[in-house]
């Protein structure tokens, strides 16, 4: 009976993130918020705690600055990939990741991950079209940390034996949404 009503709970926070069966507190914690307004890559990554491989590009969706990081695919299993990791949560997190993209060739993939020592869990969205224009996507998890447990979230190119394609990312925002339910 205590799984089953456990099982329900989860249902209920998953699904908030499509459904108006929530609304968010107004103190929730933003963990990351990021737009990239850097001179180049290397002040990028001494003023933030992303570390990986990447350039600033000169292009941003509308009201969010005017650069963007850029990240090319290179030979399998080599790529451009920038990552943050976040410690210190504990217990249940709701967790939503916003950001932009837009395709100078292909594609990327953008993954919000749990990591408990050596292993990954969490969830990933590939990104994949060859539309120029700025797009948004929305990745909503729920994870359960425990001690020793940390967060990351990374932004990468796709690998590829023959091309060399680009993926711009801006406006990058990672959430602790405190829900209130509104049954």
């Not at 590009?57 to 399998?76: E, H, M, R, V, Y």
């Not at 359960?144 to 394609?165: G, H, K, T």
Request: include cysteine.
């Amino acid at each position: 009976m205590k799984t089953q009503f456990y099982l329900i709970i989860i249902a209920v926070i998953l699904s908030s993130c499509e459904k108006s069966i929530y609304e968010t507190a107004n103190d929730y914690e933003i963990l990351i918020d990021e737009s990239f307004e850097y001179e180049n890559i290397d002040e990028f990554f001494e003023n933030t705690d992303w570390s990986g491989s990447g350039s600033i590009f000169p292009d941003a969706p509308k009201n969010s600055g005017d650069k963007s990081i850029q990240l090319s695919t290179g030979w399998c299993p080599t790529r451009d990939l920038i990552e943050t990791n976040i410690t210190g949560l504990s217990n249940i997190q709701v967790l939503k990741l916003t950001l932009n993209y837009k395709f100078k060739d292909l594609n990327g993939t953008a993954k919000i991950n749990l990591r408990n020592l050596n292993t990954y869990f969490g969830i990933s969205h590939g990104i994949s079209a060859s539309d120029t224009l700025w797009h948004e996507i929305i990745l909503c998890d729920t994870l359960r940390f425990f001690i020793n447990d940390s967060l990351s979230i990374s932004l990468a190119a796709s690998c590829n034996e023959l091309l060399s394609w680009r993926v711009l990312f801006d406006s990058v925002k990672l959430e602790n949404l405190e829900l209130k339910l509104i049954l």
